[in-house]
């Protein structure tokens, strides 16, 4: 009998990973072979997907990227280690790609059913659980502190302060809740975890929830993502039976209850007081802050509000001890990031490395350059409210601190990669449009000042006005950035105006000396 | 899509029943109706108001805030076009062009013969392989222009 693997993650199913399935299933029958066939995360190699896998022993082999039309061809070559097949890749754990990354929270993933209790506990999954329910709430929050986590929805606010607040606030009823909005385009590395590791998650926020006295949680999830809605139903269900949710978790005499809310497609959502709204079943209006959501977040109890990965990261910092995950990363920023590798390039996908590498590094070496084979002009860092890096800021080290002071941000990890076919106008125009669009309309600066800013730079391009408006559109920017109550105005004019500071020829249409297109 | 076969009025009023009681319930209750209806019939705003003690302008401020929610029927399936950075970068802003004539409808309309209402969306999580489109729950990686036409004649 020979088991193989076919990833049923979004991306892998987008390049068609259910047919590639359910075409193993009909040639091996068509055959009279004996095939288990087992539906796993993926591994986070986008570029390889869909990625076939054949178990060998402790080892897995790896063909990809494999479509229907490739089975037939394959069963006939014969699926085994030594396969000379163009798609063969050898072992899987030797593909470069993979092996030079150091994966502490995605080590699971695309390894395991997700489903499998007994496949996530034979890799190390629930020892944090097991080790936090042998503390005390104080000790817990320690021990995060002390491994330097910081969130990865984007602020990276440290994590161990943020608990702190949430268990020196005294309530009968505190909340623990999982930012899963992911919106920031170019990435997907929550949605990757979700579906690949589901377990993970609910650890984190289970071990959360001992830490810092919550009995309630809720998993916020945009309904962007379908499949990640299923996993994570049957694996809170799973979970449930087998006492690690619900009410005296392994017989601890502590409940945590948890949920699965979806959202309603609203950018805005992912804001944290945006999300508590909608939690609470409201319009997505952000709050004033002060109060913080740890003292007065969702129904006014005390609430933790933390990244997906942030809380994954936590069953890691538990089980293998603070010092361990401390012990990676660069400056302020410790243990290990989510690089997101998208948009114009070759070998995209899920990248986890110590922080402290290039940018460069990262779309060179793995990403290897533009799927188009041109050359690379700019990189957006950290979502759609992220600059825009020209070539000059490609060595910058992927560390907090280090993007902060070239007028970047590292954000969730999204890394997208534009050839020379960008036109940095239409990219600017977009991130005031996007804007406007997702807007909560709370304050003006933000409401008002992003319809502006798009028909500004629509003078612009037409040569309108050029010098007055393009002085226009740097006040706008200015107002938008000290007048917006969020990061949602407030952080706008970021790829804005790294646009106009780096590639200023693309906002000279029509004068004669920019690039016409 | 009217999925199930229950009249609207049945569908709205059993959903309020099973979320009146549920902390924050109205975005799962909108979720229930919409997945039942295709669309939240204006009518039954004020059975969800009463229902989930609410004012019907709020109600109806929640509808208008999620770009999900309807409150007119849409074609049997929706298509997504991902609009956002990481599908630009590979030429999502062809593909919307083409999508539109192809469909002859722009954003937020229903083609005329009912089968399809186009929407916009911001990132589908498939960012490595984009440009993406989402028709009913189903991602499609790499869509070309061509691939596009692959696919609508597929369903
Ligand atoms: C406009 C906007 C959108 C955001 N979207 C998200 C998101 O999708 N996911 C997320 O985790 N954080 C998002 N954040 C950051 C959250 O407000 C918050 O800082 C984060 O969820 C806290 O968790 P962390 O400390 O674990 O990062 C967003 C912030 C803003 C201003
Ligand atoms: S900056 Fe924009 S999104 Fe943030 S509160 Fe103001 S209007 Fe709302
Ligand atoms: S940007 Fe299009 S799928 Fe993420």
Not at chain 1, 133 to 143: D, K, N, Q, S
Not at chain 1, 144 to 161: E, H, N, Q, Y
Not at chain 1, 381 to 401: H, K, R
Not at chain 2, 111 to 124: A, I, K, N, Q
Request: hydrophobic share 40%; glycine share 12%.
């Amino acid at each position: 009998m020979v088991k193989i693997y076919i990833p049923a993650d979004t991306t892998a199913c987008a390049l068609g990973a259910d047919k590639v399935a359910a075409e193993v299933a009909l040639q091996a029958q068509k055959r009279g072979l004996d095939v288990e066939l087992k539906r796993n995360g993926s591994r986070g190699a986008f570029w390889l997907e869909p990625l076939l896998e054949i178990e060998s022993g402790e080892d897995r082999f790896a063909f990809g990227p494999v479509y229907p039309g490739d089975v037939a061809g394959l069963l006939d070559a014969g699926l085994h280690e030594s396969s000379e097949h163009p798609l063969f890749l050898g072992r899987v754990t030797d593909i470069e790609w993979l092996s030079r990354q150091d994966r502490l929270t995605f080590s699971r993933a695309g390894v395991i059913d997700p489903l499998s209790l007994d496949e996530y506990r034979r890799e190390g999954g629930y020892e944090g659980l097991d080790k936090a329910l042998a503390m005390t709430a104080g000790e817990i929050v320690e021990a995060v502190t002390d491994s330097g986590l910081r969130g990865r929805g984007g602020a990276a606010f440290p994590t161990g302060i943020k608990w702190r607040t949430v268990l020196n606030t005294p309530s009968d009823q505190k909340y623990v809740t999982a930012n899963a909005d992911e919106g920031d385009s170019g990435t997907f590395a929550d949605r990757l975890l979700m579906e690949a590791d589901p377990f993970q998650l609910i650890e984190g926020m289970t071990i959360c929830a001992l830490a810092v006295d919550a009995t309630q949680g809720y998993i916020y999830l945009r309904s962007e993502y379908p499949k990640a809605l299923q996993v994570l139903n049957q694996a809170i269900a799973i979970a449930e039976a087998a006492n690690l949710l619900g009410s005296d978790i392994c017989g601890s005499g502590r409940d945590f209850h948890l949920q699965i809310r979806v959202g309603a497609g609203a950018y805005i959502c992912g804001e944290e007081t945006s999300m508590l709204e909608s939690l609470e079943g409201k319009r997505g209006l952000v709050r004033f802050k002060p109060p913080l959501p740890a003292i007065e977040g969702l129904f006014g109890e005390p609430t933790v509000v933390n990244n997906v990965l942030t809380l994954a990261a936590v069953s890691t910092v538990l089980a293998k001890g603070a010092a361990y995950y401390q012990d990676y990363g660069s400056g302020r920023s410790r243990g290990t990031l989510s690089v997101q590798l998208s948009g114009n390039i070759r070998r995209g996908g899920l990248v986890e490395i110590p922080f402290g590498a290039s940018l460069r590094e990262l779309v060179e070496d793995f990403g290897g350059g533009t799927a188009s084979g041109r050359p690379v002009r700019a990189i957006q860092v950290g979502g759609p409210l992220g600059a825009y890096l020209p070539e000059s800021q490609w060595d910058t080290p992927l560390d907090y601190e280090a993007f902060t002071d070239v007028g970047a941000m590292l954000g969730h990890g999204g890394v997208v990669v534009f050839d020379d076919n960008v036109d940095m106008l239409e990219q600017a125009r977009f991130a005031m449009e996007f804007c406007a669009v997702e807007s909560c309309g709370k304050c003006t600066p933000c409401r008002i000042g992003s319809v502006r800013g798009v028909e500004l730079i629509d003078k612009i391009g037409k040569n309108d006005g050029r010098s007055a408006n393009l002085e226009l559109l740097e006040a706008l920017c200015e107002t938008m950035d000290v007048g917006s109550l969020c990061a949602m105005g407030g952080l706008t004019p970021m790829p804005v105006r790294s646009a106009l500071k780096h590639f200023p020829g693309d906002f000279e249409r029509g004068t004669g000396n920019g690039i016409e297109r | 899509m009217h999925s199930s076969g229950e009249a609207p009025a049945v569908i709205v009023s059993s959903a309020v029943r099973k979320f009146a009681d549920t902390p924050g319930g109205l975005l799962p209750l909108l979720h229930e109706i919409q997945a039942g209806l295709g669309f939240i019939p204006s009518d039954s705003v004020v059975t969800i108001a009463s229902g989930m003690g609410l004012s019907r302008a709020e109600v109806h401020g929640v509808i208008s805030f999620y770009h999900d929610f309807r409150d007119k029927p849409g074609g049997q399936k929706t298509i997504h076009v991902c609009r956002a950075e990481a599908c630009q970068a590979v030429g999502s802003r062809q593909l919307e062009a083409h999508v539109k004539t192809r469909l002859g409808v722009d954003y937020g309309e229903t083609t005329v013969d009912g089968r399809f209402t186009l929407e916009p969306v911001y990132c589908l999580g498939n960012c490595a392989c984009g440009p993406s489109v989402r028709i009913a729950d189903d991602v499609f990686a790499r869509v070309d222009a061509d691939r596009f036409d692959e696919l609508l004649g597929d369903i």
